[in-house]
């Protein structure tokens, strides 16, 4: 009888330790992130182009719930090859921090987060967790200047099959640079049209078809790379039909359509993604895998 106490009183002096520990651990990443990630989160509610960010974790939390079990299967064997992605981590904030470039700063958190996955749980266990990890990372907006590059060949790309298709049904219009001009008035495809902000939504929607549908990681990459041209050639059809409008009704076109025509694309998007999700995924085949 003794025994048996002594054993529950040593067990439950192991719990709170391990607690402890979480919680010291846990305070101090708190603490290095403390302004890091709330500014993350402004930029979710206040920029439209990452205002997907705001899904990505309660999305990638879910994900982890519902493989709970497949997780827990696997015993937690603390591996010490995870600290070299804890060391790369803060080596990204660092150069993050030294640089001022708020990409780094970000994404070292979801390194950080997945390295100490790594080596408290072990391999095993952080296998089962890759695809939320990869999930987590696609909530960090893009950097500035990769956006910018982006944007501004897009803007030129979606004004020129604009004006072409507007043309080829008759329209009188002509293109000067990303302007568009029209008999009654003009045009400008601004970065906001360029067709960024479907692309990002477009991309993490195919990553996570691919994973609810269980196909071949080659069927995810396919899908995640056609939804690139899919998202492009959508906002390619907003602006042809922002143009069309804007010949005969240049308020109604700038006005009522402009704004409900982002969310009209956005639905019609995934659901053309989804179909092209369904065609692709019929020539690989579905796999228990892990990512």
């Known amino acids: 009888m003794a025994s048996s106490v002594t054993s529950v009183r040593e067990s439950s002096r192991v719990n709170t330790a391990a607690w402890l520990k979480i919680g010291a651990l846990t305070a101090l990443v708190a603490a290095l992130y403390r302004l890091v990630l709330p500014d993350l989160a402004v930029e979710w509610w206040t920029e439209e182009a990452s205002s997907y960010g705001m899904l990505v974790p309660p999305m990638a939390l879910l994900i982890v719930y519902q493989r709970r079990r497949l997780t827990?299967?696997?015993?937690?064997?603390?591996?010490?090859?995870?600290?070299?992605?804890?060391?790369?981590?803060?080596?990204?904030?660092?150069?993050?921090?030294?640089?001022?470039?708020?990409?780094?700063?970000?994404?070292?958190?979801?390194?950080?987060?997945?390295?100490?996955?790594?080596?408290?749980?072990?391999?095993?266990?952080?296998?089962?967790?890759?695809?939320?990890?990869?999930?987590?990372?696609?909530?960090?907006?893009?950097?500035?200047?990769?956006?910018?590059?982006?944007?501004?060949?897009?803007?030129?790309?979606?004004?020129?099959?604009?004006?072409?298709?507007?043309?080829?049904?008759?329209?009188?219009?002509?293109?000067?640079?990303?302007?568009?001009?029209?008999?009654?008035?003009?045009?400008?495809?601004?970065?906001?049209?360029?067709?960024?902000?479907?692309?990002?939504?477009?991309?993490?929607?195919?990553?996570?078809?691919?994973?609810?549908?269980?196909?071949?990681?080659?069927?995810?990459?396919?899908?995640?790379?056609?939804?690139?041209?899919?998202?492009?050639?959508?906002?390619?059809?907003r602006v042809t039909g922002t143009a069309l409008l804007a010949d005969y009704d240049p308020a109604f076109a700038l006005g009522f359509y402009h704004s409900f025509s982002g969310w009209l694309i956005f639905v019609v998007g995934f659901g053309m993604l989804w179909l092209l999700a369904k065609l692709v995924f019929r020539w690989f085949p579905k796999t228990p895998t892990y990512v």
């Open 72 to 237: 827990l299967a696997h015993r937690a064997a603390p591996d010490s090859q995870g600290i070299w992605l804890i060391g790369l981590a803060c080596v990204v904030f660092l150069v993050g921090g030294l640089a001022a470039e708020f990409y780094l700063s970000r994404i070292s958190f979801v390194l950080l987060l997945a390295g100490l996955t790594w080596t408290f749980w072990g391999w095993a266990r952080f296998r089962t967790l890759l695809f939320p990890f990869i999930l987590l990372a696609t909530m960090v907006p893009l950097p500035a200047i990769v956006f910018t590059a982006i944007a501004a060949p897009l803007q030129l790309f979606a004004s020129s099959i604009a004006t072409n298709c507007a043309q080829w049904l008759g329209v009188s219009i002509y293109r000067d640079g990303n302007i568009i001009y029209l008999a009654n008035t003009s045009l400008g495809v601004a970065e906001a049209c360029s067709g960024l902000n479907s692309l990002s939504s477009m991309a993490v929607a195919s990553l996570l078809l691919g994973f609810l549908e269980g196909v071949a990681p080659a069927g995810r990459i396919l899908l995640f790379f056609l939804s690139i041209p899919l998202a492009v050639l959508v906002n390619v059809i």
